[in-house]
C-alpha cells in the first residue's frame, strides 16, 4: 500500500470502474465520476493504491464529512470507494486497503471513519454500526446496519448525531441506495 501518485489517476479511476462495473448498469462510471468530483474538490483527504507488478489493482479514498453533534459540527472521514481490480479480488487487498484508510484516517485526527457497506465484510475488519454510539445515517436510504464507523478516539459523551456528507456526493446521488435495490438490500438484512 502507498499513498497515490499523480500518474496514478488514470488507473485509479479505472480499477474502480472495473471493480464496480460488475455489479452496476452503468458500468461503474457513476462511482469514477464521483471520485473524480471528490479529487476536484476540497473534500479528498487521502487515497491509497495497492500496487501489483507495477500495476494498481486497488484502490480506497478517504474524504471528509461531518458530525452534526447538538454542541458543534465536527469534522469526520468517511471511507468510499473502496476497489479491488476483479481479477485480484479475494487475495487481500480490501482488507489491506481498509486497514490503510483506517490509518490514513487516523493520522489526521479523525475522531471516527465512517462508511456505508456490507457488515459482514466489514465487521470482520473491525467496523460497527455507528447507531451503537449514537450516529445517524446521513440519509434514510442507507440501511442502519450497513451505517459503520470505527472510533479513532476517545468520543466525548456529546459526540453524537447525523453525519453529513459533502455537496458532491448528494450531486452524484451516492448517498445511500434507491428502489428496487435498496429494498433488496433490506430484505438481505432483515431490516426491510
Known amino acids: 500500500m502507498r499513498p497515490v501518485e499523480a500518474r496514478d489517476a488514470d488507473a485509479v479511476l479505472g480499477v474502480v470502474r472495473a471493480a464496480f462495473g460488475a455489479h452496476d448498469p452503468d458500468g461503474g462510471v ?4 464521483l471520485w473524480g468530483d471528490v479529487r476536484a474538490s476540497d473534500h479528498l483527504l487521502a487515497e491509497r ?12 479514498g478517504v474524504s ?14 468517511m471511507l468510499s470507494p473502496l476497489s479491488t481490480a476483479p481479477a485480484h479480488e479475494r487475495r487481500g487487498i480490501g482488507t489491506a486497503l481498509v486497514a490503510a484508510a483506517v490509518e490514513a484516517a487516523r493520522e489526521l485526527g479523525c475522531p471516527a471513519i465512517f462508511l456505508e457497506g456490507s457488515p459482514d465484510f466489514y465487521g470482520r475488519r473491525g467496523f460497527e454500526p455507528a447507531a451503537t454510539y449514537g450516529f ?10 450497513a451505517f459503520q464507523l470505527v472510533l479513532l478516539s476517545e468520543v466525548p459523551d456529546w459526540l453524537s448525531g447525523r453525519v453529513v456528507y ?3 456526493w448528494w450531486r452524484h446521488d451516492s448517498t445511500g441506495l434507491r428502489d428496487p435495490d435498496l ?5 438481505a438484512l432483515g431490516t426491510g
Open 49 to 60: 493504491v495497492a500496487v501489483l507488478d507495477g500495476q494498481v489493482v486497488g484502490h480506497v
Open 30 to 33: 457513476k462511482v469514477a465520476d
Open 166 to 168: 459533502p455537496d458532491v
Open 183 to 187: 429494498a433488496e438490500v433490506e430484505k
Open 64 to 77: 471528509r464529512c461531518w458530525i452534526d453533534a447538538r454542541r458543534e459540527l465536527v469534522e469526520a472521514c
Open 136 to 145: 445517524e445515517a446521513p440519509s434514510v436510504r442507507v440501511p442502519a446496519p
